[in-house]
């Protein structure tokens, strides 16, 4: 089993439809992220958290929201999706010693229409 | 706010070696990593930078040289399935998230051809 894994991997919705994508990890890691991906722009942070009780807005978090539900399980929702939100999702976690390398999910792809 | 700069494409032959750069503006710096990332799939980690100089894992090695805020990734006798992109990211601890997440730059998109 992935370390990191995601669901739905893909999703094709409407504008204004409620959206969760969730992440859950296998690696007792504290530390989980949310990054979206665009072509030519990067990743992009928009949520992260350091434990259960701690959420914190990245660069992008204005559309999003998010609920850590256990040390494992990090949720992004979209209360009410839009066009310029289609993009990659990734979730992270990451240890909290050294390096911090953070091991990434296969990403979910969500399209709005 | 940071700024990290890296190429958007270079392509390269199989067998061959390949630079690629990053340089970076930031206000602080905490580390430089390396992620490679195939079309559609998750970013990988490659390499962890914060004390100036080379750092070499195999065929892939990862230099630093924090005053010129520089940073070159070099993969040696080039494969086919090396074509991917390339992310260079910083860890700035006066950014989101402090010491403890990078931002990413673009990522560079290295084709190697037969």
């Known amino acids: 089993d992935a370390d990191v894994t995601q669901t739905p991997r893909n999703r094709i919705t409407k504008t204004g439809k409620r959206i969760m994508l969730e992440c859950s990890q296998t690696k007792g890691h504290d530390r989980m992220y949310w990054y979206r991906q665009d072509p030519g722009l990067g990743l992009r942070l928009i949520y992260y958290?350091?434990?259960?009780?701690?959420?914190n807005k990245g660069e992008i978090s204005d559309g999003y929201s998010v609920s850590r539900q256990a040390q494992a399980k990090f949720s992004l929702s979209l209360e009410s999706a839009i066009p310029n939100q289609t993009a990659l999702y990734f979730c992270?976690?990451?240890?909290?010693?050294?390096?911090?390398?953070?091991?990434f999910g296969a990403g979910s792809r969500l399209t709005v229409l | 706010g940071q700024n990290i700069d890296q190429p958007t494409e270079m392509t390269a032959t199989e067998g061959a070696i390949v630079q690629i750069n990053c340089t970076y503006q930031?206000?602080?710096?905490?580390?430089l990593f390396w992620y490679q990332q195939h079309a559609g799939e998750a970013p990988t980690f490659l390499s962890y930078?914060?004390?100036?100089g080379l750092e070499e894992k195999g065929r892939f090695s990862s230099f630093l040289s924090r005053s010129k805020g520089y940073s070159y990734l070099l993969l040696k006798e080039l494969q086919m399935k090396d074509s991917a992109s390339y992310l260079c990211?910083?860890?700035?601890?006066?950014?989101?998230?402090?010491?403890?997440?990078?931002?990413f730059g673009r990522g560079t998109s290295l084709i190697v051809h037969p």
């Open positions: 992270a976690t990451s240890g909290t010693g050294g390096a911090n390398v953070l091991t």
């Open positions: 958290s350091f434990d259960v009780k701690d959420i």
């Open positions: 990211a910083v860890r700035d601890p006066n950014e989101t998230g402090g010491s403890y997440i990078p931002t």
């Open positions: 930078n914060v004390l100036d």
């Open positions: 930031t206000s602080g710096f905490n580390g």
